[in-house]
């Protein structure tokens, strides 16, 4: 198991391009410079009428499946 620190800043706007069908996917930076591309439903229990703000552990397989996205303690 592999895991990443991810800091999110993502506006409600920019998030509703998922909603919209405009995108599918939200690719960001890990804290170590590894780029991430999530599938944006995995985003959506952390999302609020903000967006999505925040840190978040990311831990996947080896082979790159995801486990666990978890919102780190503020």
Do not use: C
Request: glycine letters at 6%; a positive charge; aromatic letters at 10%.
């Amino acid at each position: 198991m592999q895991q990443l620190i991810l800091d999110l800043a993502l506006p409600a706007e920019r998030y509703l391009a998922w909603y919209q069908g405009r995108a599918e996917r939200v690719s960001m930076v890990s804290r170590d410079g590894r780029r991430v591309s999530l599938p944006a439903h995995h985003l959506r229990p952390f999302l609020t009428h903000q967006g999505v703000y925040g840190s978040f552990v990311l831990q996947f397989t080896d082979e790159g499946k995801l486990i666990k996205l978890e919102r780190l303690a503020d």
